[in-house]
C-alpha cells in the first residue's frame, strides 16, 4: 500500500469531519459526513439505534470478526441559562479546559443557528479588577450573542432557549510542515485514518484477512459510547489519540500504542503482537501507560464484551486543548492498522 499516497485524502477528510460540529448527542452532521465518505468509496454502512455509524468490511477469511472503533462526537457546551442581560450560561459536555474568548455557535431546536463567544463575566481589562484572577468556570462564564439582546426575552424571541447546543470554532489548520492543528484531532483524527484506510484497500483491491467492522462512535467523550459495540467481537482495536507530555514517550509524530490507561491494562497478547507489527514494519512508534485516560474499550468491557482490545492512535499534543498532531504520526497509525488487519 501506498501509506504516503493518501496524505491529501487524509487531511481533507479530517478537514471535513472537524467542520462538522459533533458535541456528544449532537453528532448527526459528523456521522452523516462520514456516511457519505464511506459510501463514496463503495463500503456498505449502517446507523446504529444511538446514532453511531458501522462499516461493513468483508474479509477474505470468515473464521473470526474484528472490530476498529474511533469516536466522532467532541467537547461542547449546552445552555443551562439565560441570564436577565441575554448571556447564555454554560454547562460542559465532556471535560473542558479554559474556553475564555472562544468563538461559538448556538443551534437552536428549530434549525436556526447564531454565533456568539465565551467570555469571562469578567471580560475586561479596563473594568473589572479581577479581570486576569477570576474563575474560569461554569458559574462565571458565559457566552455574549452576536444579535442586539439585552435580556431574556429578547434571546428567547431568537429561539433559544436551555438544552440548546452550543459548538466551537476548531480553527482547523494544515501547515506546509505537515501538522494537523485543530480541536477535536481527539478523535476525529483517528477517524480520518480509518478512512484513508478504507481508501487505501479499495485502491489496493485488498480486504483485511477477517470479516471487519468499523465504529464510528457517538458518545465517547461522555462514557457510553463503546457500550453499542458487539460484544461478541473475537478482537477489538480502539483507535484514539496518543497522549503527549510528562513522562510519556510518545511524540506527534508517532503511533502511540497504549497499554494501559486509567481502567486498567490493555490485552496483553494483542499489545504484544501490535509492537512486534510495529517493529516488522519499521514504523516509528512508542508504547506508554496513561494515568488520566480511557477509551470506548473500557465501556464495551464494562457492557459485557468477550473481546480481545488494545488501543492505537497518533500522538496528539495539548490534548482537549488545541491540538496538533503530524501526518507522520497519521501514516503510522494507518500503516499499523493496515498491518493489525493483514490487508496488504
Same mark, same amino acid.
Given at each position: 500500500?501506498?501509506?504516503?499516497?493518501?496524505?491529501?485524502?487524509?487531511?481533507?477528510?479530517?478537514?471535513?469531519?472537524?467542520?462538522?460540529?459533533?458535541?456528544?448527542?449532537? &453528532?448527526?452532521?459528523?456521522?452523516?459526513?462520514?456516511?457519505?465518505?464511506?459510501?463514496?468509496?463503495?463500503?456498505?454502512?449502517?446507523?446504529?439505534?444511538?446514532?453511531?455509524?458501522?462499516?461493513?468490511?468483508?474479509?477474505?477469511?470468515?473464521?473470526?470478526?474484528?472490530?476498529?472503533?474511533?469516536?466522532?462526537?467532541?467537547?461542547?457546551?449546552?445552555?443551562?441559562?439565560?441570564?436577565? $442581560?441575554?448571556? =447564555?450560561?454554560?454547562?460542559?459536555?465532556?471535560?473542558?479546559?479554559?474556553?475564555?474568548?472562544?468563538?461559538?455557535?448556538?443551534?437552536?431546536?428549530?434549525?436556526?443557528?447564531?454565533?456568539? &463567544?465565551?467570555?469571562?463575566?469578567?471580560?475586561?481589562?479596563?473594568?473589572?479588577?479581577? *479581570?486576569?484572577?477570576?474563575?474560569?468556570?461554569?458559574?462565571?462564564?458565559?457566552?455574549?450573542?452576536?444579535? $442586539?439582546?439585552?435580556?431574556?426575552?429578547?434571546?428567547?424571541?431568537?429561539?433559544?432557549?436551555?438544552?440548546?447546543?452550543?459548538?466551537?470554532?476548531?480553527?482547523?489548520?494544515?501547515?506546509?510542515?505537515?501538522?494537523? $492543528?485543530?480541536?477535536?484531532?481527539?478523535?476525529?483524527?483517528?477517524?480520518?485514518?480509518?478512512?484513508?484506510?478504507?481508501? =487505501?484497500?479499495?485502491?489496493?483491491?485488498?480486504?483485511?484477512?477477517?470479516?471487519?467492522?468499523?465504529?464510528?462512535? *457517538?458518545?465517547?467523550?461522555?462514557?457510553?459510547?463503546?457500550?453499542?459495540?458487539?460484544?461478541?467481537?473475537?478482537?477489538? =482495536?480502539?483507535?484514539?489519540?496518543?497522549?503527549?507530555?510528562?513522562? =510519556?514517550?510518545?511524540?506527534?509524530?508517532?503511533?502511540?500504542?497504549?497499554?494501559?490507561?486509567?481502567?486498567?491494562?490493555?490485552?496483553?497478547?494483542?499489545?504484544?503482537?501490535?509492537?512486534?507489527?510495529? $517493529?516488522?514494519?519499521?514504523?516509528?512508534?512508542?508504547?506508554?501507560?496513561?494515568?488520566?485516560?480511557?477509551?470506548? *474499550?473500557?465501556?464495551?468491557?464494562?457492557?459485557?464484551?468477550?473481546?480481545?482490545?488494545?488501543?492505537?492512535?497518533?500522538?496528539?499534543?495539548?490534548?482537549?486543548?488545541?491540538?496538533?498532531?503530524?501526518?507522520?504520526?497519521?501514516?503510522?497509525?494507518?500503516?499499523?492498522?493496515?498491518?493489525?488487519?493483514?490487508?496488504?
Amino acid at each position: 500500500m501506498d501509506f504516503n499516497g493518501c496524505k491529501d485524502f487524509l487531511m481533507e477528510t479530517a478537514k471535513t469531519l472537524l467542520a462538522a460540529d459533533s458535541p456528544s448527542g449532537f &453528532t448527526q452532521n459528523a456521522v452523516a459526513a462520514a456516511e457519505r465518505i464511506a459510501g463514496a468509496l463503495g463500503y456498505a454502512t449502517r446507523r446504529t439505534n444511538k446514532g453511531g455509524l458501522v462499516i461493513e468490511v468483508p474479509g477474505r477469511e470468515h473464521t473470526k470478526r474484528i472490530g476498529l472503533c474511533a469516536h466522532v462526537d467532541t467537547l461542547g457546551l449546552m445552555c443551562r441559562a439565560i441570564t436577565d $442581560k441575554g448571556e =447564555l450560561m454554560i454547562t460542559r459536555i465532556g471535560g473542558l479546559p479554559t474556553l475564555d474568548g472562544e468563538y461559538c455557535k448556538i443551534y437552536t431546536r428549530d434549525g436556526r443557528v447564531y454565533t456568539g &463567544t465565551v467570555l469571562s463575566l469578567s471580560p475586561a481589562a479596563h473594568v473589572f479588577d479581577d *479581570v486576569l484572577t477570576r474563575p474560569r468556570d461554569e458559574q462565571n462564564m458565559a457566552v455574549r450573542i452576536d444579535e $442586539k439582546v439585552q435580556n431574556a426575552e429578547e434571546v428567547r424571541a431568537l429561539g433559544i432557549e436551555v438544552g440548546d447546543y452550543i459548538c466551537f470554532d476548531p480553527k482547523t489548520t494544515v501547515t506546509q510542515s505537515g501538522f494537523l $492543528k485543530s480541536r477535536f484531532i481527539d478523535d476525529k483524527g483517528s477517524a480520518a485514518c480509518l478512512l484513508a484506510l478504507l481508501k =487505501l484497500m479499495r485502491d489496493a483491491g485488498t480486504a483485511p484477512r477477517y470479516d471487519t467492522e468499523i465504529h464510528f462512535t *457517538v458518545y465517547e467523550e461522555v462514557g457510553h459510547g463503546g457500550a453499542t459495540i458487539p460484544g461478541d467481537l473475537d478482537e477489538l =482495536l480502539a483507535v484514539d489519540m496518543g497522549c503527549v507530555g510528562s513522562d =510519556l514517550t510518545c511524540t506527534e509524530y508517532q503511533v502511540s500504542i497504549c497499554a494501559k490507561d486509567s481502567s486498567g491494562p490493555y490485552d496483553y497478547d494483542m499489545v504484544s503482537r501490535l509492537v512486534a507489527l510495529a $517493529k516488522e514494519r519499521g514504523l516509528d512508534y512508542a508504547v506508554d501507560v496513561y494515568p488520566h485516560y480511557s477509551s470506548d *474499550v473500557s465501556v464495551t468491557w464494562r457492557a459485557g464484551s468477550d473481546a480481545k482490545a488494545a488501543l492505537i492512535g497518533p500522538g496528539v499534543h495539548a490534548s482537549h486543548g488545541m491540538e496538533r498532531t503530524h501526518w507522520d504520526g497519521m501514516r503510522n497509525t494507518i500503516a499499523l492498522a493496515a498491518a493489525y488487519l493483514e490487508c496488504e
